[in-house]
């Protein structure tokens, strides 16, 4: 199924601050080469004009908005997720991580969809590709930041145990990006959507400091486009709709399940049929809708 194409869907995004936010970048870095960088700095990356710009990397986003996803799934049935952190079987309700340890290129495509749990068949394992792709999320304008001071209090004698240190937070700044997700069923579609609608609420902070405040964003949706080669028909359809006996090994929901009649128009572009949905309000209204069905895929 991975290398056939039956859909697709493009989520097209800004994030901004509402609390102070801290990405830190990996290791010490320049901190530990030049005393004016503070001890966590915010990650950066060089732009086309060579000068360096916060932003916030595709792989962080893409990983709190996984590990809110599996959380979800373990409030409906806790072998839903797998525990990543853990590689061998045995005690516990939450499965070891999928294929961890094994050999995986003995398994074929539809085999290791069978065996992997629902958030792997979404965000993939070692032995599946992830059907998600996160953009680096790029800074628009200049962002206001600041420094703030922490220290470590050792819990015994209740002393500074450690600092203190300097963070460096961004206060404004609003950043864009894109999520993209391909030959997904309405109920992983849902999911995503569920957990991108909390992170706009404020329920999943992000980066560093969440204890302490830090990291409450605000998501603004600027345009939701659904691709597939054939008319939708006034529908949204999931794969289990487009391959619907043709990929009899994989198990999808059925065709009749996995889709939902919404009110967007498809145009023919480019051999595609292409549903393109540009206001916020609009495109919550239709997350919303949509995140009410992965509950009913995994039999809640």
């Not at 595709?58 to 806790?78: D, I, N, P, Q, T």
């Not at 993209?180 to 991108?196: H, K, M």
């Not at 909390?198 to 964003?217: A, E, I, N, Q, T």
């Amino acid at each position: 199924m991975h290398g056939t194409f039956y859909n697709e869907a493009f989520l097209e995004m800004s994030l901004e601050p509402v609390t102070p936010l801290l990405i830190k970048a990996g290791g010490e870095g320049w901190a530990a080469l030049d005393p004016t960088i503070p001890d966590m700095n915010f990650v950066r990356t060089r732009r086309a004009d060579g000068e360096l710009q916060v932003y916030i990397p595709g792989s962080s986003l893409r990983g709190v908005v996984r590990g809110y996803a599996e959380r979800l799934l373990r409030s409906v049935r806790m072998d839903l997720a797998c525990d990543p952190t853990r590689t061998r079987g045995g005690g516990g309700e939450i499965p070891a991580a999928c294929f961890a340890g094994q050999d995986t290129t003995r398994w074929d495509g539809p085999t290791a969809y069978q065996r992997s749990c629902y958030a792997c068949r979404l965000f993939g394992n070692t032995a599946l590709a992830g059907r998600v792709r996160v953009s680096d999320f790029h800074i628009q304008g200049e962002p206001q930041l600041e420094r703030r001071y922490g220290v470590a209090i050792d819990r015994v004698t209740g002393a500074v145990a450690q600092g203190p240190f300097e963070l460096e937070v961004l206060t404004e700044g609003r950043f864009t990006g894109r999520l993209a997700v391909r030959n997904f069923t309405l109920g992983q579609l849902g999911l995503l959507a569920a957990a991108l609608l909390d992170m706009g609420d404020g329920l999943v902070p992000l980066g560093f400091g969440k204890s302490r405040g830090l990291g409450r964003v605000r998501l603004t949706f600027h345009r939701f486009t659904v691709r597939t080669l054939q008319d939708p028909q006034g529908h949204l359809r999931g794969v289990g709709y487009w391959a619907a006996g043709k990929e009899p090994r994989y198990p999808l929901p059925e065709a009749g399940k996995d889709q939902m009649a919404w009110d967007v128009p498809a145009r023919r572009e480019r051999g595609f049929y292409q549903a393109v949905v540009e206001e916020d309000a609009r495109i919550r209204a239709i997350l919303e809708a949509v995140a009410a069905r992965w509950p009913g895929e995994v039999g809640a």
